[in-house]
């Protein structure tokens, strides 16, 4: 019985032991939260001169466009895609099926 008394006073100890160290942890993560904490972000705004200068601009990118796309009226085809030879693909097949037989080879 005195064994068991021994082992709950143990255990009170470290549970006390570890009851400082959570509160040292909590102490630090508070102190240090403000400053690593979550971040808000602000989002930056934009007078109305400033959004109106940027309107602008585009009016006249686009209107530039609009000016040079009128004369030019040419229709470039797209090119053709790259087609193998049967032949080309016959020899890559050989060549495929001897790497193959050279590991099968090492296996066995």
């Known amino acids: 019985m005195s064994q068991l008394a021994g082992v709950v006073q143990q255990l009170k100890k470290e549970h006390d032991r570890l009851t400082k160290q959570i509160q040292g942890i909590s102490a630090a993560l508070s102190a240090f939260g403000a400053a690593y904490g979550k971040r808000t972000a602000r989002r930056s705004r934009l007078s109305a001169a400033g959004r109106e200068r940027i309107a602008a601009a585009q009016r006249m990118r686009w209107s530039n466009l609009k000016k040079h796309s009128g004369q030019t009226k040419e229709v470039t085809a797209m ?30």
């Open 79 to 108: 090119p053709k895609k790259r087609t193998m030879s049967a032949a080309g693909r016959r020899r890559i097949v050989a060549a495929q099926k001897l790497r193959w037989a050279k590991i099968r080879a090492k296996s066995a």
